[in-house]
C-alpha cells in the first residue's frame, strides 16, 4: 500500500514535503531557532491587530495580488533564461537520400523548393547530364565531377527525377518516415 502511494506523483511530493517540514522542524529546534521563530510570529500576530486608519491585515490582504504577480513575473524570467530545446517538426526535414543520391531542399509557404543533389560519398553537388548519343532518346547520367561516383537514372528526365523526389519527400512527410531518418 505504501509502495502504491509512494509511486504516485502527487502523494510522493506530499510525503516529500511531510518528510523535510518534520526535518525541519526537528533542526530548528535543536538549533534553538524556535524561541526566535515564536517571537516573530507574536510580532506579525501584534502588527496584524494593530490600529491604523486602515487595518494592517487590509494591507496584508492588498498586497497578495501584488505577490502573485512579482511571482507571475519572476517565473516569466526564469522561463525566458532556460534553454529551450527545438521544436522538431516536418520543417526541420530538408534532406534525404533518394535514388542513389543525396537531396536538398528547402520549403516556402509549406511547398518544397529549391530541390539540389548531391554526391552521396563527398557532398559535391552533382547535375544530370545526357549522355545518349541520340538526340531523339535521352540518356541521363548524373556522375560527380568530384569523387567519381555514378548514380543511374538513365530513363527519366531531370524535372520527373526531381519530382519524383518531392513525392518521395511528401510520402515521407506524411507517413512520419522523416522522423526516422531524423533520428537515426
Known sequence: MLMKIWKDPVWSKIIAT???????????YFLGAWPD????????????????????WVIGLALIPWLLIGFIILALIVESFKKKEPSLNWHSYTSDTFFGLKWQWSYSSNNITD????????????????????????HYQYACDDCGYCAQNNDVEPHELEHRVKLKIQKNIRTEEWLKQKNA
Open 115 to 138: 530541390i539540389y543533389s548531391f554526391c552521396p560519398r563527398c557532398q559535391y553537388q552533382i547535375f544530370a547530364k545526357n549522355v545518349s548519343g541520340y538526340i531523339a532518346i535521352p
Open 37 to 56: 521563530l515564536l517571537k516573530d510570529l507574536i510580532k506579525l500576530v501584534e502588527f496584524l491587530n494593530s490600529t491604523n486608519p486602515v487595518k494592517n
Open 18 to 28: 511531510a518528510i523535510l517540514v518534520l526535518f525541519g522542524g526537528i533542526g530548528t
